[in-house]
């Protein structure tokens, strides 16, 4: 047995050909034996820290474990297992296909592209006997623990042509033996854990982790400045390679081990499980991967690398005939989600829509997509979240924005982490002004369509409507024709008051004479306050009645003067009278036209008379006994 001197430590080592002899340790003046058959090395570090280095080549035996019943989770029962976690085959050394198993399941639950194949659509599958056996006494082959030339559609030298010969051949490995240029270490966790390469002392299977010998956790075990390479330390560096950050890992002996009482426990163990990490479990001389747990008993649930099946062992005892030694633990950061801030679109005078593309989700199942926004770049608000399970576009409608206003926005994903958008700003179009409506609620004297109008100026109203906030009437116009049709044409042959500027909603007839018993048609449009002109309201009609008129009374017959009141403004045609219209005692109309008097006879003629109201001289009504006669005002 030799002891080889390295600056800052001891080492004492020996392995030959696969085959572990007891290693010595002196810690100082009395040496101690140590028990593990696989133990590689111990030494002291340039801290001080006794370091155990132990192999794991653990190559599958023939009788194997029996399977075990997995039950679902059961938290309440103390029972939890994770989901989504492969199981591989022994494929060219148990810790790199743990570590597969163990990158798989993270593929599989949010951390993409651990596996980078073309194998069940670049998604991780759950078995690897889809790629066929192995050579050189390797049951399985499977590219996340060791890539292969022509296994998975690979085309250049790979782990396999590099490094392995068969089980437990020590090496030199074939790049060395044959003279080419070493595969630049990528994809597969066995390039980065060290196994199967003889570079680092490691014959065809074998992984080496380091271990403080008083059970406290041995954090990125960087074992390269002694020539080797820890498994644990090519978790790290695997994980890096796929673009990921690692909170912290390390290798530790669970508790109780040759006597600590600083190592890993069950309890430790569950935490991890509950928080969704498997473990590497390591016995001696062979490395599983932990992913579950149930309380009653202190079982662990594994995948030991052996076959397909799922298997349990008590923590702390054995398994298969071998120790619980230790744990190797890696905790990857979480990854926020990525998105970037795209330009806003359907920008008016008051919204706007504010536009993102989720482009990763991160490791979190479902994110929220909100929007910062305001007119500075503090922004001070932000839209209401919008939970998403799957990347593309997130849009959301800005309304209520003040016009030729300059806003700035970034997108916000928050999931594991909270990630931003770049700022983007847009500035909302100038204010557009919309014409108003029709007018809302024609009416005549208060009527829809009345009948039977007496007022000879009849009053017109309506209510001002216009979509902009705000506006208010600036104008009217109103037409009153005696046709459908004239009304139709915009001709106001009756009435046309032509634009007026007010804002009032209603207003009086001031058109040409309106006969009895006559339908009239008439419409109304607005202007706002900006002098836009909106249409006009639907026709609408009002119907004249026959007038009651005014009463002269006669006490006896002889002549009277009489006259209409002078508010009158119409006239009264006698000629177009009906005799109907005028009773039998009335036998005349005289009047004084300046000159001479002229007359009307009913039912005989005369002179053209018409009845004024207003008039200085009265008219002189011949009438044969008293009575009285309604004139007809029109």
């Not at 659509?121 to 006494?137: A, M, Q, T």
């Not at 799922?310 to 890696?330: E, L, N, P």
């Not at 044409?489 to 207003?507: L, Q, R, T, V």
């Not at 009845?611 to 008293?626: C, F, I, R, T, W």
Request: proline share 7%; aromatic share 12%; glycine share 14%.
């Amino acid at each position: 047995m030799s002891a080889k001197r390295i600056p800052g430590v001891i080492i004492t080592a020996a392995l030959l050909l696969g085959i572990i002899v007891p290693s010595l340790f002196n810690p100082g003046p009395a040496a101690a034996e140590i028990e593990n058959p696989y133990l590689v090395s111990t030494f002291v570090d340039e801290d001080g820290e006794r370091i155990g280095v132990i192999d794991f080549p653990g190559r599958p035996p023939e009788i194997k474990a029996a399977a075990a019943v997995v039950p679902e989770s059961r938290v309440q029962m103390g029972i939890s297992v994770l989901g989504e976690v492969p199981t591989f085959d022994w494929s060219y050394g148990c810790s790199a296909t743990s570590a597969a198993m163990l990158f798989g399941y993270y593929d599989r639950t949010g951390y993409r592209d651990m596996y980078t194949g073309p194998t069940s659509g670049g998604v991780c599958p759950l078995y690897n006997y889809i790629w066929g056996p192995g050579i050189g006494g390797s049951p399985g082959e499977c590219p996340l623990s060791a890539t292969h030339d022509g296994i998975d559609g690979r085309t250049t030298r790979g782990h396999v042509d590099d490094y392995w010969i068969e089980y437990l051949d020590p090496g030199p490995d074939p790049w060395i033996v044959n003279g080419w240029i070493e595969h630049t270490p990528e994809g597969c966790t066995g390039d980065f854990m060290g196994t199967n390469q003889s570079a680092f002392g490691n014959p065809d299977g074998s992984t080496i982790f380091g271990f403080y010998e008083d059970g406290k956790p041995f954090f990125d075990p960087d074992l390269s400045p002694y020539g080797m390479r820890d498994g644990c330390h090519g978790l790290r560096l695997f994980a890096e390679s796929r673009g990921y950050s690692v909170a912290t890992n390390f290798n530790q002996y669970i508790y109780g081990y040759q006597g600590n009482t600083q190592g890993f426990t069950f309890s430790d163990f569950m935490a991890e499980i509950d928080a969704g990490r498997p473990v590497l479990i390591q016995v001696e001389g062979h490395t599983m991967l932990g992913y579950g747990y149930d309380t009653t008993g202190s079982v662990v649930y594994i995948h030991d690398t052996w076959d397909y099946s799922s298997h349990a062992m008590t923590w702390g005892g054995s398994y298969s005939g071998r120790q619980h030694v230790a744990v190797s633990v890696i905790r990857l950061a979480e990854v926020a989600p990525s998105l970037t801030t795209a330009n806003a679109s359907e920008i008016t005078d008051s919204s706007a829509t504010l536009n993102a593309n989720l482009s990763d989700l991160g490791t979190a199942p479902i994110v929220t997509v909100s929007f910062e926004w305001g007119e500075t770049t503090a922004y001070g608000s932000e839209t209401t979240p919008e939970v998403r399970d799957t990347t593309g576009l997130v849009s959301f409608g800005l309304p209520g924005l003040s016009p030729d206003t300059t806003y700035h926005y970034r997108a916000k994903a928050v999931g594991d982490g909270t990630s931003y958008g770049g700022d983007k700003s847009f500035t909302t179009e100038p204010t557009t002004n919309h014409p108003p409506d029709a007018p809302l609620s024609p009416l005549c004297q208060g009527e829809t369509n009345p009948t039977g109008v007496t007022d000879p100026t009849p009053g017109f109203s309506w209510t001002f409507s216009d979509p902009d906030e705000g506006d208010t009437q600036g104008a009217y116009r109103i037409l009153v024709a005696s046709s459908l049709a004239s009304l139709a044409a915009g001709n106001g042959d009756m009435w046309d008051s032509g634009k007026i500027g007010s804002g009032a909603g209603e207003a009086s007839y001031a058109g040409t004479t309106l006969a009895q018993s006559r339908t009239y048609y008439w419409k109304v449009k607005t202007w706002d306050n900006h002098d836009a002109g909106g249409p006009y309201c639907s026709q609408q009609q009002f119907t004249m009645g026959a007038t009651t008129g005014h009463v002269w009374a006669f006490s006896a017959a002889g002549f009277f003067p009489r006259h209409l009141p002078d508010a009158y403004t119409g006239e009264v045609v006698l000629a177009d009278l009906s005799l109907d219209d005028i009773p039998d005692e009335v036998q005349g109309v005289w009047w004084w036209n300046g000159a001479e008097w002229v007359f009307w006879v009913p039912g005989v003629g005369g002179e053209l008379i018409t009845l004024k109201g207003g008039l200085e001289a009265d008219y002189s009504v011949l009438v044969s006994g008293p009575g009285d006669w309604t004139v007809p005002l029109p």
